[in-house]
């Protein structure tokens, strides 16, 4: 069983800065891209920012040019540096890890628990 354990959230000023962090664990051999989304109340949950295993970057226009999305492929585990906080940027974010291969078979997707992210002064 692969479990994902996200940390790093929590309250913040507008125009401050948060870290999440995603750790992956279990009989893991490959992960194509991991990755971190948002649901804000009453919304859906959208895409913030994948990666691929081999450094591959993509990031919803919203969040472009304030956070950054990097990886440690040799333990499974993914970051989103977060800058310029703004109150719409208030959600729970959920990490993900797609198209997991391990001792289970696969491709199969994963998803953590989901961290509190509120930007408010």
């Known amino acids: 069983q692969v479990q994902l354990v996200e940390s790093g959230g929590g309250l913040v000023q507008p125009a401050g800065s948060l870290r999440l962090s995603c750790a992956a664990s279990?009989?893991?051999?490959?992960?194509?891209?991991m990755g971190w989304y948002r649901q804000a109340p009453g919304k859906q949950r959208e895409l913030v920012a994948t990666?691929?295993?081999?450094?591959?970057?993509n990031y919803a226009d919203s969040v472009k040019g304030r956070f950054t999305i990097s990886r440690v492929n040799a333990n499974n585990t993914v970051y989103l540096q977060m800058n310029s906080l703004k109150p719409e940027d208030t959600a729970v974010y959920y990490c993900?890890?797609?198209?997991?291969?391990?001792?289970?078979?696969?491709?199969?997707?994963?998803w953590g628990q989901g961290t509190q992210v509120t930007v408010s002064s």
């Open positions: 993900n890890a797609d198209r997991v291969y391990g001792r289970h078979g696969g491709p199969l997707d994963y």
């Open positions: 279990g009989s893991i051999f490959t992960i194509y891209a």
């Open positions: 990666i691929t295993g081999g450094g591959t970057a």
